[in-house]
């Protein structure tokens, strides 16, 4: 059974740091693309950043320039840092991988960023 369990969020300060990761277990080999979406009440699941398995990165236009994805193969985990937090960063951060043609999706970790 494929899970994916994510750490790291919290309440963070306007202008400060977040590192998320998240760990795959389950896989034989190894996912294909990992990446992290985020979602506020009221609105959909939109996309943070993607890492291919050769490790090709894609970000959302909001994030660009000041967040990082890479991840592990190794050990299997995807991580996020993200600098200058900004208060409408604040949602539900999910991970997700896609593996032997499906998505599976991480239960979210909350980011507040609030003063």
């Known amino acids: 059974q494929v899970q994916l369990v994510e750490s790291g969020g919290g309440l963070v300060q306007p202008g400060g740091s977040l590192s998320l990761s998240c760990a795959a277990s389950?896989?034989?080999?190894?996912?294909?693309?990992m990446g992290w979406y985020r979602q506020v009440p009221g609105k959909q699941r939109e996309l943070v950043a993607v890492?291919?398995?050769?490790?090709?990165?894609s970000y959302a236009d909001s994030m660009w320039g000041r967040s990082t994805i890479f991840r592990d193969n190794a050990k299997k985990t995807v991580y996020l840092l993200v600098n200058d937090l900004k208060p409408e960063d604040t949602a539900i951060y999910y991970c997700?991988?896609?593996?032997?043609?499906?998505?599976?999706w991480g239960r979210g970790t909350q980011v507040t960023v609030s003063s």
């Open positions: 997700y991988a896609y593996y032997q043609w499906t998505n599976y």
């Open positions: 890492i291919t398995r050769s490790g090709d990165t």
């Open positions: 389950g896989i034989i080999g190894n996912t294909d693309n």
